[in-house]
Nanobody, 119 residues
Framework: QVQLVESGGGLVQAGGSLRLSCAAS????????MGWFRQAPGKEREFVIA????????YYADSVKGRFTISRDNAKNTVYLQMNSLKPEDTAVYYC????????????WGQGTQVTVSS
């Protein structure tokens, strides 16, 4: 059994910063791709950013390039999402997810954490 728990969401003004954390338990995630997704009210869930725990390769959605970064601490089985220069359009529930090497789908998901950016 694998569990993911997000934390660090909250309310921030436009232009501010916020750091989200995702703690994994139940298995070792050293070879897992870890990603962040978000879903705004009334909209589809969208990909935000991901990092390969094996090779350190990072993937970004165009909307967050230059503003968001992802990092990891394998000893703690934790990944982080640093969000800078936040915009009101970044308001959403943010979800942490894990994809096993060799598989096409993200199989494990956290419960989500709310990020609200005010103007």
């Amino acid at each position: 059994q694998v569990q993911l728990v997000e934390s660090g969401g909250g309310l921030v003004q436009a232009g501010g910063s916020l750091r989200l954390s995702c703690a994994a338990s139940g298995r070792t995630f050293s070879s897992y791709t870890m990603g962040w997704f978000r879903q705004a009210p009334g909209k589809e869930r969208e990909f935000v950013i991901a990092i390969s725990w094996r090779g350190g390769t990072t993937y970004y959605a165009d909307s967050v390039k230059g503003r968001f970064t992802i990092s990891r601490d394998n000893a703690k089985n934790t990944v982080y999402l640093q969000m800078n220069s936040l915009k009101p359009e970044d308001t959403a529930v943010y979800y942490c997810a894990a994809r096993v090497a060799g598989e096409n789908e993200y199989a494990y998901w956290g419960q989500g954490t709310q990020v609200t950016v005010s103007s």
